[in-house]
């Protein structure tokens, strides 16, 4: 299917457009750039709209009703009609969908009302008449577009918001798991399984009913009921006791997971405490380095004194004169009671007087003293060793508040991650719920094992009690309900066998081709070999090293997942059993230059249509260069320049064309 | 129908001459079911056609 | 010490530290109380001293505030510097002046190191005493009592 027009009335931002979207098989790409907020979303959902109806609103932030998308200034103006219509090609032959709504004049600000009664009609563009093959109800004709074109819920692999796929590589949700089987037309394989075994039942009923019917054993009858009614009892049981295994396996798998998740955390706390014990070190450390600093503070002023003090200690005293000499020597010899002169004569008292005459009243030199004093000061305080512990003391004094806050900011790193995870009381607790979880499933098991054989007892016993009631019975109805009852039995078999055949097959196709796709979008090419995708179709990413990697666990930025997501998109598309433009709203979000590039190039391999609503800074001119040879038409999305709320889309002159 | 669908109905048919099964009778379920599985609710509409089905490839298997 | 120094630190002869930036909320009482930088107030009071005799700064705002006695200075090592400043200031003026003087050089030391801490959050020492070997070279030949012949 391939859509060839695209016309919108009164929708949104637009009260009118009309563009022509048809490809060819070489040029297979439609380019419509518009700035944010000017109309490009808006276009994208009016397709899904036009497609699904108010089911196409579904995935918008916060439109979600069709009245919700009528031009305001139409509705302000006066009655009149709001609609979407697509021109399609499907198999050969064309078709247009049109749907919307009439509305009633509003003022600007109140509630657009509508007359409450959506218009769909599909017309068979052959004759231009409404196609009958629709039916004339908008459930048939929906039913139509579901079947015949993309089912709404696979329609989330055709059209989708570039920066929003990324919920693909997450845990898949049971809405995209099934839609996925849907694409792959398993869906309609394990129904069929469904069905036939209530086909199966039914033409066992019909045996049932032809064996009494047919036989006069009264007895034998009466045994029979109430055999296959315990039958019936038994499989009630069954179907609890698997549930309850099913169940306590759920059960279990939660603990477990909140068990891993509180390890971590643990691992993280006794992390944190030894952090925590290191600063409480580091605390006291310095501390006494504080002790230290403030007692080398205490000196600081012998420190900043000290190169004056070493001048003054490089000068020189004054050398005394000669009677300053004299006068000195007398007095030590006076004071001293020397017997003997320096000289050698004996002082008598005649020279005592001679010599008390020498002595003068000295008075004190202050250079002298001042040097003297500081001499000995150096040689008491030793500043420079003091300058020397100072320097090491600031020195070790930021390197342990650096130590500090490092491990702080470590701390409160770990706390950010551990809110309400791993209090020593919670592992216990759910290693003991783990393992009654443990306990529980094989109990159940157990029991689940043990109504099986019951049930199978049960079974052979009601096959003999049938086989007596046969045997007395000479009847061909009988006959031909028997040989029906295992003709279904028989296509049953070859239904499952079909499925597993198919998965076989197929799996392994898609997982090679997702893969494939991944590998070559993807930036490092040496670090990964691949995705795997398991029973429950969840995507791991395959490294170099074998090992294994959920793919939301693979890249932090949405850019790796949106690689990731487009593989896999491109591989269910392949394999899809529609086919369909694919329609892609920003396509390129926040990706890095490389992955762009490889997007870019692998864009038009994705669908025999591919239509891309992009902003300028997503795709600029020298990104186009890589679609100009796919591009069939290149559209711009504008306001109206003296009506700025409205938009026009009209072809863009770009470096391509 | 594309390469999907194409690759479904070849298996069926491979399985259909491997059971021994009448020619036609997977492909005719699996097209009924095909029409059921786009339906937002499943109902048992299937189960007459289905029944029919079976009841026709039965009395064909029968005349061979 | 000579008998003159003597007296500065001799209990007869008492002369009282004072300064303008004593008291509650004051610089000493932030620095060596709140911050606990120093020892003690006459730890300070050294350091503001010797800074302001190098970069001549003075402060002769009135002096309200007693740190302590000159002579009831336990720690040896202010004692000296006290009385090393008093020997470079002394060009034979009449003492108590020149203890005027000292007081003056060191509240203008503790305001220009009080602007250093606001502004860095640490005296920086280190440097400080760095910058002080080229400063000390100019600044001697304006003190007393150093023979500068054949330096």
């Given at each position: 299917?391939?859509?060839?027009?695209?016309?919108?009335?009164n929708?949104?931002?637009?009260?009118?457009?009309?563009?022509?979207?048809?490809?060819?098989e070489?040029?297979n790409?439609?380019?419509?750039?518009?700035?944010n907020?000017?109309?490009?979303?808006?276009?994208?959902?009016?397709?899904?709209?036009?497609?699904?109806?108010?089911?196409?609103?579904e995935?918008?932030?916060?439109?979600?009703?069709?009245?919700?998308?009528?031009?305001?200034?139409?509705?302000?103006?006066?009655?009149?009609?709001?609609?979407?219509?697509?021109?399609i090609?499907?198999?050969?032959?064309?078709?247009?969908?049109?749907?919307?709504?009439?509305?009633?004049?509003t003022n600007?600000?109140?509630?657009?009302?509508t007359?409450g009664?959506?218009?769909?009609?599909?017309?068979?563009?052959?004759?231009?008449?409404p196609l009958?093959d629709?039916?004339k109800?908008?459930?048939?004709?929906?039913?139509w577009?579901?079947?015949?074109?993309i089912?709404?819920d696979?329609?989330?692999?055709?059209?989708?918001?570039?920066?929003?796929i990324?919920?693909?590589t997450?845990?898949?949700?049971e809405?995209v798991?099934?839609?996925?089987?849907?694409?792959?037309?398993?869906?309609?394989?394990?129904n069929?399984?469904?069905?036939?075994?209530?086909?199966?039942k039914?033409f066992?009923?019909?045996?049932?009913?032809?064996?009494?019917?047919?036989?006069?054993?009264?007895?034998?009858k009466e045994?029979l009921?109430?055999?296959?009614?315990?039958i019936?009892?038994?499989?009630?049981v069954?179907?609890?006791?698997?549930?309850?295994?099913?169940?306590a396996?759920?059960?279990?798998?939660?603990?477990t997971?909140?068990?891993?998740?509180?390890?971590?955390?643990?691992e993280?706390?006794?992390?944190?405490q030894?952090?925590?014990?290191?600063?409480?070190?580091?605390?006291?450390?310095?501390?006494d380095?504080?002790?230290?600093?403030?007692?080398?503070?205490?000196?600081?002023?012998?420190l900043?004194?000290?190169?004056?003090?070493?001048?003054?200690d490089?000068?020189?005293?004054?050398p005394?004169?000669?009677?300053?000499?004299?006068?000195?020597?007398?007095?030590?010899?006076?004071d001293?009671?020397?017997?003997?002169?320096v000289?050698?004569?004996?002082?008598?008292?005649?020279?005592?007087?001679?010599?008390?005459?020498?002595?003068?009243?000295?008075?004190?030199?202050?250079q002298?003293?001042?040097?003297?004093?500081?001499?000995?000061v150096?040689?008491?305080?030793?500043?420079e060793?003091k300058i020397?512990?100072?320097?090491?003391?600031?020195?070790?004094?930021?390197?342990?508040?650096g130590?500090?806050?490092?491990?702080?900011t470590?701390?409160?790193?770990?706390?950010?991650?551990?809110?309400g995870?791993g209090?020593?009381a919670?592992?216990p607790?759910?290693r003991?719920?783990?393992?009654?979880?443990?306990?529980?499933?094989?109990k159940?098991?157990r029991?689940?094992?043990?109504a099986k054989?019951?049930l199978i007892?049960f079974?052979k016993e009601?096959?003999?009690?049938?086989r007596?009631?046969?045997?007395?019975i000479?009847?061909?109805?009988?006959?031909?309900?028997?040989?029906q009852?295992e003709f279904?039995?028989?296509?049953?078999?070859a239904?499952q066998?079909?499925?597993?055949?198919?998965?076989?097959?197929r799996k392994?196709?898609l997982?090679?081709?997702?893969s494939d796709?991944?590998?070559?979008?993807?930036?490092?090419?040496?670090?990964?070999?691949?995705?795997?995708?398991?029973?429950e179709w969840?995507?791991?990413?395959?490294y170099y090293?074998?090992?294994?990697?959920?793919?939301?666990?693979?890249?932090?930025?949405s850019?790796a997942?949106?690689?990731?997501?487009?593989?896999?998109?491109?591989?269910?598309?392949?394999?899809?059993?529609k086919?369909?433009?694919?329609?892609i709203?920003?396509?390129?979000?926040r990706?890095?230059?490389?992955?762009?590039?490889?997007?870019?190039?692998?864009?038009?391999?994705?669908?025999?249509?591919?239509?891309?609503?992009y902003?300028?800074?997503?795709?600029?001119?020298?990104?186009q260069?890589?679609?100009?040879?796919?591009?069939?038409?290149?559209?711009?999305?504008?306001?109206?320049?003296?009506?700025?709320?409205?938009?026009?889309?009209?072809?863009?002159?770009?470096?391509?064309? | 129908?594309?390469?999907?669908?194409d690759?479904?109905?070849?298996?069926?048919?491979?399985?259909?001459?491997?059971?021994?099964?009448?020619?036609?009778?997977?492909?005719?379920?699996?097209?009924?079911?095909?029409i059921?599985?786009?339906k937002?609710?499943?109902?048992?509409?299937?189960?007459?056609p289905?029944r029919?089905?079976i009841?026709?490839?039965?009395?064909?298997?029968n005349?061979? | 010490?000579?008998?003159?120094?003597?007296?500065?630190?001799k209990?007869?002869?008492?002369?009282?530290i004072?300064?303008?930036?004593?008291?509650?909320?004051?610089?000493?009482?932030?620095?060596?109380?709140k911050?606990?930088?120093?020892?003690?107030?006459?730890?300070?009071?050294?350091?503001g001293?010797?800074?302001?005799?190098?970069?001549n700064?003075?402060?002769?705002?009135?002096?309200?505030?007693?740190?302590i006695r000159?002579?009831?200075?336990p720690?040896?090592?202010?004692?000296?510097?006290?009385?090393?400043?008093?020997?470079?200031?002394?060009?034979?003026?009449?003492e108590?002046?020149i203890?005027k003087?000292?007081?003056?050089?060191?509240?203008?030391?503790?305001?220009?190191?009080?602007?250093?801490?606001?502004k860095?959050?640490?005296?920086?020492?280190?440097?400080?005493?760095?910058?002080?070997?080229?400063?000390w070279?100019?600044r001697i030949?304006?003190l007393?009592n150093?023979?500068?012949?054949?330096?």
């Amino acid at each position: 299917m391939k859509i060839k027009t695209i016309e919108i009335f009164n929708w949104g931002r637009y009260p009118k457009a009309t563009i022509p979207v048809d490809v060819s098989e070489d040029r297979n790409v439609i380019l419509i750039r518009a700035r944010n907020n000017i109309g490009k979303t808006t276009l994208f959902y009016a397709i899904k709209y036009a497609f699904y109806g108010k089911k196409g609103l579904e995935s918008h932030k916060n439109q979600h009703e069709p009245h919700e998308w009528i031009n305001r200034q139409a509705a302000a103006k006066g009655d009149g009609k709001m609609f979407v219509e697509l021109t399609i090609e499907h198999q050969g032959k064309e078709y247009r969908i049109q749907r919307g709504f009439k509305f009633y004049q509003t003022n600007t600000g109140e509630t657009i009302q509508t007359d409450g009664k959506e218009e769909l009609e599909i017309f068979d563009q052959e004759n231009g008449q409404p196609l009958t093959d629709a039916g004339k109800e908008n459930t048939t004709k929906q039913n139509w577009i579901n079947s015949m074109l993309i089912p709404y819920d696979v329609s989330q692999f055709f059209f989708f918001d570039g920066e929003d796929i990324k919920r693909y590589t997450d845990e898949p949700e049971e809405t995209v798991k099934k839609a996925i089987l849907r694409v792959l037309g398993i869906k309609v394989l394990t129904n069929t399984r469904e069905d036939l075994e209530h086909t199966q039942k039914l033409f066992n009923d019909l045996y049932n009913k032809k064996l009494k019917e047919k036989s006069n054993d009264e007895k034998t009858k009466e045994r029979l009921e109430q055999i296959q009614k315990k039958i019936d009892e038994q499989k009630s049981v069954i179907t609890h006791l698997d549930g309850a295994v099913k169940q306590a396996k759920q059960l279990k798998e939660n603990y477990t997971e909140q068990l891993k998740n509180n390890v971590l955390a643990q691992e993280k706390i006794n992390e944190r405490q030894r952090i925590a014990d290191a600063n409480e070190a580091l605390k006291k450390n310095l501390k006494d380095n504080e002790e230290i600093l403030k007692r080398l503070r205490g000196v600081s002023s012998i420190l900043l004194l000290e190169p004056l003090l070493r001048i003054i200690d490089k000068t020189e005293e004054n050398p005394p004169s000669k009677d300053q000499w004299e006068s000195k020597t007398a007095k030590h010899m006076i004071d001293k009671n020397f017997k003997t002169c320096v000289c050698g004569t004996h002082i008598d008292a005649e020279l005592k007087e001679k010599l008390e005459k020498k002595v003068l009243e000295l008075k004190p030199n202050p250079q002298a003293q001042l040097k003297r004093f500081v001499e000995s000061v150096i040689g008491r305080t030793l500043p420079e060793r003091k300058i020397s512990e100072l320097d090491h003391a600031i020195k070790d004094n930021i390197r342990i508040k650096g130590e500090i806050d490092t491990n702080s900011t470590a701390i409160k790193r770990i706390n950010s991650e551990l809110p309400g995870k791993g209090s020593d009381a919670m592992i216990p607790l759910l290693r003991d719920k783990e393992a009654r979880a443990e306990e529980d499933i094989i109990k159940y098991g157990r029991d689940l094992e043990r109504a099986k054989d019951q049930l199978i007892d049960f079974e052979k016993e009601e096959f003999v009690i049938k086989r007596k009631l046969e045997q007395a019975i000479d009847s061909e109805e009988l006959k031909t309900a028997e040989n029906q009852k295992e003709f279904v039995q028989k296509v049953r078999e070859a239904v499952q066998k079909t499925i597993t055949a198919y998965y076989e097959l197929r799996k392994p196709e898609l997982e090679k081709y997702v893969s494939d796709v991944f590998l070559k979008l993807v930036n490092n090419k040496k670090l990964y070999t691949g995705i795997t995708i398991d029973d429950e179709w969840e995507m791991k990413v395959k490294y170099y090293d074998g090992s294994l990697l959920p793919t939301y666990q693979y890249g932090p930025s949405s850019g790796a997942s949106q690689i990731v997501a487009t593989a896999f998109i491109a591989g269910l598309n392949k394999f899809a059993q529609k086919s369909g433009p694919v329609i892609i709203d920003t396509p390129l979000g926040r990706l890095d230059d490389i992955h762009r590039t490889n997007l870019l190039e692998y864009y038009n391999k994705m669908s025999e249509q591919v239509i891309i609503l992009y902003t300028p800074t997503e795709i600029n001119d020298n990104d186009q260069v890589i679609l100009e040879d796919y591009v069939m038409k290149h559209y711009e999305i504008l306001s109206y320049d003296d009506l700025p709320d409205l938009a026009r889309i009209i072809p863009y002159e770009s470096v391509i064309q | 129908m594309t390469e999907a669908g194409d690759k479904i109905i070849e298996i069926i048919e491979k399985i259909e001459k491997e059971e021994k099964l009448p020619k036609g009778i997977l492909k005719a379920i699996y097209d009924e079911e095909l029409i059921q599985v786009h339906k937002d609710i499943r109902t048992n509409s299937v189960e007459k056609p289905l029944r029919e089905i079976i009841v026709k490839y039965f009395e064909m298997s029968n005349e061979d | 010490m000579n008998d003159r120094m003597k007296q500065l630190t001799k209990e007869s002869q008492s002369y009282r530290i004072l300064t303008t930036f004593g008291g509650e909320d004051s610089i000493y009482n932030e620095i060596v109380k709140k911050e606990k930088l120093f020892p003690n107030m006459f730890h300070f009071f050294a350091l503001g001293l010797v800074y302001g005799i190098l970069h001549n700064k003075k402060s002769t705002k009135n002096k309200k505030n007693d740190i302590i006695r000159i002579e009831q200075i336990p720690d040896e090592n202010i004692r000296d510097v006290i009385d090393i400043c008093y020997m470079i200031l002394n060009d034979g003026r009449d003492e108590a002046e020149i203890v005027k003087e000292m007081l003056d050089y060191a509240d203008g030391g503790i305001e220009e190191l009080y602007k250093i801490f606001e502004k860095n959050g640490s005296f920086q020492l280190p440097i400080l005493i760095e910058d002080s070997k080229k400063i000390w070279l100019e600044r001697i030949k304006k003190l007393n009592n150093i023979n500068l012949e054949n330096l």
